[in-house]
T-cell receptor
């Protein structure tokens, strides 16, 4: 069975600094997708970034980038130039890529990020 | 285009009461999902549907039932609520074709069972 683990329940960062959130996963599949979702106090789940496992290049979206290490089954999120609006809970998630798959996501436990002014 | 909406946003139930949570999407998505979010456990899949008239169990289906009578609606029912069902419930939907498509989430329903 696939599992996703976020070992950091809470992290904090100074505004304008860089922070890295960790995520590891376990799977026997070779083709899959990985995601980072942001959940601010409003509760709305917002997709931050996604990575296709077959792509070696790490995904980047503005100040957000990932370090995808397929062999190590590691998928960390780096937030550069942290802003107060980045304060939220962040979830790492996994999904099998097979077309027969139902598309269900497997989530990690979440990391609460505090941004200090 | 409202995306995914959930009704109600908050609800308090007494043990043993029943209720139905409604999820609606206006994106013509085939797949729909119900998750629950509990502290320290992330989101866990309760039930899902791959099309109108079809449903299937997820990771934590006990105590819940679902129905997908219309493509745009996915209902989650609690027949006899228990305190262990206190949680935040999220509905999500996704297109059928192509695995690159992401899931779109509703705003969540906070349910408290006393």
């Amino acid at each position: 069975a696939q599992t996703v683990t976020q070992s950091q329940p809470e992290m904090s960062v100074q505004e304008a600094e860089t922070v890295t959130l960790s995520c590891t996963y376990d799977t026997s599949e070779s083709d899959y997708y990985l995601f980072w979702y942001k959940q601010p106090p409003s509760r709305q789940m917002i997709l931050v970034i996604r990575q296709e496992a077959y792509k070696q290049q790490n995904a980047t979206e503005n100040r957000f980038s990932v370090n995808f290490q397929k062999a190590a089954k590691s998928f960390s999120l780096k937030i550069s130039d942290s802003q107060l609006g980045d304060a939220a809970m962040y979830f790492c998630a996994y999904r099998i890529a097979r077309s027969s798959n139902t598309g269900k996501l497997i989530f990690g436990q979440g990391t609460t990020l505090q941004v200090k002014p | 285009n409202a995306g995914v909406t959930q009704t109600p946003k908050f609800r308090v139930l007494k043990t043993g009461q029943s209720m139905t949570l409604l999820c609606a999407q206006d994106m013509n998505h085939e797949y729909m999902y119900w998750y629950r979010q509990d502290p320290g456990m992330g989101l866990r899949l309760i039930h899902y549907s791959v099309g109108e008239g079809t449903t299937a169990k997820g990771e934590v289906p006990d105590g819940y039932n679902v129905s997908r009578l219309k493509k745009q609606n996915f209902l989650l029912g609690l027949e006899s609520a228990a305190p262990s069902q206190t949680s935040v419930y999220f509905c999500a939907s996704r297109k059928l074709a192509g695995d690159i498509y992401e899931q779109y989430f509703g705003p969540g329903t906070r349910l408290t069972v006393t």
